[in-house]
Every structure is written in C-alpha cells, then in structure tokens.
C-alpha cells in the first residue's frame, strides 16, 4: 500500500494498487497532451490504478544541440496547468536547476529529480524544500545502495515525501540492462520504489547523437518488475511512438497501455498476496 501522503498531498484513490506515471516524454502540444491524459486516465480509472500524468516541459539533457528540447517552459505548464484542472490529476515533471524547482512546483504535484542530475546536493535540497512529492530516478551510474544518501538529502529538508525509481545501468557504451535486486535494495529504505519500463529500454546516443531503443522489451521487464514487488510503474506513452518529438524509439503506444496495465495490475496483486503470506 502506498504512503498516506499519496491521498492527503496527492489526492489518488485506491493506493492499495500499483501507482502508475504515465504521458508523453515531453509536452509538444496542447492536442497531444491533453488526448493522451484523458485515455490514461480513463484506463487507470477502469482498472482502478492511481494515477499521475507525467510530461517534462523541457529536456535538458539531450545528445545533440540540434535534438527537440520542447515548446517553451511558460507554454508547456501552462498545459500542465491546464491538464491538472481539467482531469483532476496531479502532475510530475522533472526540472534542472534549484531555481526551477520552485517555478515548476507552482504547477507540479511531483517534482522529479532526473537521473543525471540525482547528486546534485542542492538540486536535492531544493527539491525538498518545496514540500512536493519528490521522486528520485536512479542514476545509470549508481549503485542501489548509495541511493540512500540521495533521499537522505532530500529527507534532512524535513521532507519526507519521496519516491525512488529504477531506469536501468550503464552497461557498455550504448546499452542499458536492469538489476532486478536494484528494486528490492531500495525497497530497505521504506520509500516507493518505482520501475521505469520505459527508459529502462534505451540504448543511449545509439543512432547518430539520438537514443534508440528496443521497445519489444517494456511489457517483459515491466512484469519481472511486477515480480519484484515494485509498488508503481513509470511509463511514458505516446498515441504515436514513431512520430514522436523525443524518446520517440523507446515509448510505449497508448493503445496498448490498457492490456499492460491489466496484466501489472494482476501480477502485482499476486505477489503482495503471496507476500503477506
């Protein structure tokens, strides 16, 4: 079951399921943004999921200078603004500098901490100090381990509204792989641990300074994760992948979020069942 918080600061109903964080990688257009919402949230309410709609108002961190950034930070909350209001969702975005922290909390419900960026003291720190939900992605770098001292950083703000993801290892150059015992590590710290089906998939600056992927693999790692005992899944959809503006070779297709889902939501159930054994 998740935290208290995730009801009282977040508002979501049925906490005692997975908690799923879902949307496009980045906000490209009102029209997008908004028909992805509403078919998330349509599913995760038939399956009875908790939901958070996720979308970056911009990337920071790209391989090449000419790669989409986004639309324009003002322009993109306002959408994520608008998104929250209309659906009645909370929202996470992820954000790149202390000073950023406190403009995207004005709209964000989660502020996410990206995984290049997960020691940066201050970056943590101010975070922290916003009184959001935090959610932590994993360095591709780290070891499970010394991701305590990273919540620690965010928790010393007094905050203790943290979140933990996994999106796989550095493995070589260009490849990821996913230490399934990463997940049940950081399970000790007694924080939500999340699993990014999604990035977990990449292969780094793989095709001439733009990342490609192997999307084949989401639904199997998503259910190995499900296996662990993850207590939510970090998924970015699209209603188009391959026409996408970024990440476009490693999201999965909205139209079949909902079978994914389903078979997450059943698997996980088993598991806290055999858990509580």
Excluded: W
Excluded at 36 to 52: D, N, V, W
Excluded at 252 to 261: D, G, I, P, T, V
């Amino acid at each position: 079951m998740l935290p208290e918080y995730f009801n009282r600061d977040l508002g979501l109903k049925h906490t005692s399921n997975i908690l799923i964080i879902s949307g496009p990688c980045v906000v490209e257009s009102r029209s997008i943004a908004f028909k992805t919402c509403e078919i998330l949230k349509t599913i995760t309410g038939k399956l009875k999921l908790p939901f958070i709609y996720k979308s970056s108002y911009s990337k920071a961190n790209r391989t090449s200078s000419g790669s989409f950034r986004g639309i324009g930070m003002d322009r993109a909350l306002q959408i994520l603004d608008d998104i929250k209001r209309e659906f009645s969702v909370p929202i996470l975005t992820d954000f790149h500098s202390e000073i950023e922290a406190e403009i995207a909390a004005e709209v964000a419900d989660v502020l996410q901490v990206p995984a290049f960026l997960c020691r940066q003291t201050e970056l943590l720190e101010a975070a922290g100090e916003t009184g959001k939900v935090i959610n932590i992605k994993k360095g591709q770098f780290m070891a499970p381990e010394d991701m305590f001292y990273q919540a620690q950083k965010v928790s010393n703000t007094g905050n203790n509204k943290i979140m933990l993801t996994e999106r796989g290892s550095t493995f070589g150059y260009n490849n990821l792989v996913v230490d399934m015992r990463s997940l049940v590590i950081m399970k000790r710290f007694g924080y939500p641990v999340i699993f990014d089906a999604t990035h977990s998939v990449q292969m780094p600056s793989k095709e001439s300074g733009v990342s490609g992927g192997n999307p084949e693999f989401i639904p199997p790692l998503a259910r190995a994760a499900a296996g662990a005992g993850v207590d939510g899944f970090f998924i970015e959809t699209h209603p188009n992948p391959a026409k996408a503006l970024s990440d476009a070779r490693s999201m999965m297709k909205l139209s079949s979020m909902e079978a994914m889902l389903r078979q997450l939501s059943e698997l996980s159930k088993i598991v806290r069942t055999q858990t509580a054994l």
